[in-house]
């Protein structure tokens, strides 16, 4: 079992920052894949970063690449999202997710991650 806080949410003008932060804990050594998803009202869950435990690989959606980057601190049992360059379309709740299933070089998908934590909200006015 893995329990997943996620804190660093809030609200920001276009162009801004803000830095996710998501605080693991219970089984975590075996957790081989975790991810940042967001939903945005009216929408489905859509993944947006995914990192490997072993190795450190990395998966972005199309969306965020070059202003989102995914960090794990495996000693803290922490995930991170640094958020840049933040636009309106960004406006969402933002999960933190986790799994044992091995690490799959693409975007991370909602049906891939048995752990979830009660999400944080960003909001982006223009």
């Known amino acids: 079992q893995v329990q997943l806080v996620e804190s660093g949410g809030g609200s920001v003008q276009a162009g801004g920052s803000l830095r996710l932060s998501c605080a693991a804990s219970?089984?975590?050594?075996?957790?081989?894949?975790m991810g940042w998803f967001r939903q945005a009202p009216g929408k489905g869950r859509e993944g947006v970063a995914g990192?490997?435990?072993?190795?450190?690989?990395?998966y972005y959606a199309d969306s965020v690449k070059g202003r989102f980057t995914i960090s794990r601190d495996n000693a803290k049992n922490t995930l991170n999202l640094q958020m840049n360059s933040l636009s309106p379309e960004d406006t969402a709740m933002y999960y933190c997710?986790?799994?044992?299933?091995?690490?799959?070089?693409?975007?991370?998908?909602?049906?891939?991650?048995?752990?979830w934590g009660q999400g944080t909200q960003v909001t982006v006015s223009s």
């Open positions: 990192i490997a435990s072993r190795g450190g690989s990395t």
């Open positions: 219970g089984d975590t050594y075996n957790t081989d894949c």
């Open positions: 997710a986790a799994d044992y299933s091995p690490w799959r070089d693409r975007v991370p998908v909602v049906r891939d991650f048995g752990y």
